[in-house]
């Protein structure tokens, strides 16, 4: 069974910085590319962030790109989202998620939910102007 646990979340006035943290099984954690979605009120889920399982490969949607930073830590099973610049516009539920290995090289790093296929509760992120 894969558990993936989000926390971090909150409200931020716009220009500020929030941490996401996923507590991912052990499991999951070696076994799977990992990556960070989010989900406005009316709008589809969409693709944040997403890290190979030894961190040296990465995604990024464009609108984020510059202001956050994905990374994983390998002793503690953790995968983190380190937002900063943050704008109304990134106001979210936002949730960590797991794609498969077989997935690698044709989905993990591509931003779209297809390949993933274990998620968390997700966590609110709520930016103010």
């Known amino acids: 069974q894969v558990q993936l646990v989000e926390s971090g979340g909150g409200s931020v006035q716009a220009g500020g910085s929030l941490r996401l943290s996923c507590a991912a099984s052990?499991?999951?954690?070696?076994?799977?590319?990992m990556a960070w979605f989010r989900q406005a009120p009316g709008k589809e889920r969409e693709g944040v962030a997403a890290?190979?399982?030894?961190?040296?490969?990465?995604y990024y949607h464009d609108s984020v790109k510059g202001r956050f930073t994905i990374s994983r830590d390998n002793t503690k099973n953790t995968l983190s989202l380190q937002m900063d610049s943050l704008r109304p516009e990134d106001t979210a539920v936002y949730y960590c998620a797991t794609c498969p290995l077989v997935y690698a090289d044709i989905g993990c790093l591509s931003g779209r939910t297809n390949t993933y296929n274990y998620w968390g509760q997700g966590t609110q992120v709520t930016v103010s102007s």
């Open positions: 052990p499991y999951a954690y070696y076994n799977y590319y």
């Open positions: 890290i190979s399982t030894a961190g040296g490969r990465t």
